[in-house]
């Protein structure tokens, strides 16, 4: 005789995940804490290339108008 697996042999699926998975995160969360997690990582990225773009301007401007006589 063979042991079978709980989830294998079937039955009510919203008891499982109450009992067996109950305070778990799912799979579909955790990919979306991911999603957002590197979003955020490259928002941050493109802030800091905007500011350094923007600063490099501004002191490229402030050269121009110092010797422009």
């Given at each position: ?31 979306a ?8 990582k ?18 490229q ?9």
């Amino acid at each position: 005789m063979r042991i079978i697996p709980a989830w294998l042999t079937g039955g009510n699926d919203r008891q499982l995940a109450t009992t067996q998975y109950a305070g778990r995160e799912s799979a579909s969360d955790t990919a979306a804490a991911k999603r957002q997690a590197k979003q955020r990582k490259q928002r941050a990225k493109s802030v800091t290339a905007a500011a350094r773009a923007g600063q490099a301007w501004e002191d490229q401007d402030r050269l121009r108008e110092r010797y422009r006589r």
